[in-house]
């Protein structure tokens, strides 16, 4: 019988080949954060510049690789009645193979788009996906906040390779800066 880390093709990517991988698994693997209840600071301190003045509960926002549920949980206690929740486990929200599978949400649906510690677990044709995919659901006006931060088992092993891969998210997603700083961002849709 192969092993779960065998069972992982990249050795780092997000694909499985069947096997339900517990959120213990990941986080002991990949998600060190995901452990956290409380949303991630970034999130918090800037939920006023993503929602733009609007009531939250108007918006809707989808949480990209989720984890635990921390920001979606986050959120919706802010009021926000539409949160999509997507992760490879489960455990919270809706199952799914990010970089390998399509997102179930209508186009030019999303006002916020959550990205928080999840682009660097994907390998470059994945991010490449997902990017497309958030270009395809945001509606114009539509914010996104990415975090990252260098992780052994990851794409951004160190803060160098880190720094270089939010520099290609931004430049890939073409979307105004709002907020740029080291190793996080928020843009806006403005096409």
């Not at 998600?31 to 800037?46: D, E, G, I, M, S």
């Not at 989720?66 to 992760?87: E, H, I, T």
């Not at 193979?97 to 959550?114: A, H, T, W, Y």
Request: glycine share 6%; hydrophobic share 35%; with cysteine.
């Amino acid at each position: 019988m192969a092993t779960k880390e065998q069972n992982i093709s990249d050795n780092i990517g997000w694909y499985t080949k069947g096997i339900k991988l517990s959120r213990e698994y990941l986080n002991n693997r990949w998600c060190v954060r995901c452990k956290k209840q409380n949303p991630t600071p970034y999130l918090r301190n800037n939920i006023h510049l993503l929602s733009g003045g609007q009531k939250i509960k108007t918006l809707s926002v989808v949480d990209i690789g989720c984890g635990n549920g921390r920001n979606s949980r986050f959120l919706k206690n802010q009021g926000s009645k539409y949160v999509y929740s997507l992760d490879m486990a489960n455990d919270y929200g809706d199952k799914i193979i990010l970089g390998k599978e399509e997102f179930s949400i209508q186009p030019n649906s999303i006002d916020i788009v959550l990205a928080n510690y999840v682009f660097m677990f994907l390998n470059k044709k994945e991010r490449q996906q997902v990017i497309a995919q958030i270009k395809k659901i945001a509606k114009k006006g539509c914010k996104i906040i990415i975090e990252l931060y260098p992780a052994k088992d990851s794409f951004a092993k160190d803060e160098e390779s880190a720094l270089k891969m939010q520099k290609e998210i931004f430049e890939q997603l073409k979307w105004e800066k709002l907020r740029y700083s080291k190793m996080k961002f928020i843009a806006e849709k403005k096409e």
